[in-house]
């Protein structure tokens, strides 16, 4: 078992920054692939980004490339996503997940404990 707590959230003016942290317990930290994914009022839980065992990996959704960044420290057993220029349609509610996949998990299927979630809101 592994239990994930996201801390990080709020509410942000458009064109900000926010940085989300994940931080994991119970098995080994580095044992699991990582990722963020997100649900809006509404829609679908979609993928945001993911990072391998090591961190010298990522990958991204289109829609935040360049403008979000997913790092680990696996010393400290914690996942971060740091969000720059945000906008309003990155509203959501936040969630970080760990996969056995130690490499790159960009479905949701392939992610086996989730957080509970931290709100973010951009305003315009």
């Known amino acids: 078992q592994v239990q994930l707590v996201d801390t990080g959230g709020g509410l942000v003016q458009a064109g900000g920054s926010l940085r989300l942290s994940c931080a994991a317990s119970g098995r080994t930290f580095s044992n699991y692939g990582m990722g963020w994914f997100r649900q809006a009022p509404g829609k679908e839980r979609e993928f945001v980004a993911a990072i391998n065992w090591t961190g010298g990996r990522t990958n991204y959704a289109d829609s935040v490339e360049g403008r979000f960044t997913i790092s680990r420290d696996n010393a400290k057993n914690t996942l971060y996503l740091q969000m720059d220029t945000l906008k309003p349609e990155d509203t959501a509610v936040y969630y970080c997940?760990?996969?056995?996949?130690?490499?790159?998990?960009?479905?949701?299927?392939?992610?086996?404990?989730w957080g509970q979630g931290t709100q973010v809101t951009v305003s315009s």
């Open positions: 997940a760990a996969s056995p996949n130690v490499g790159l998990a960009i479905t949701r299927a392939e992610y086996a404990y």
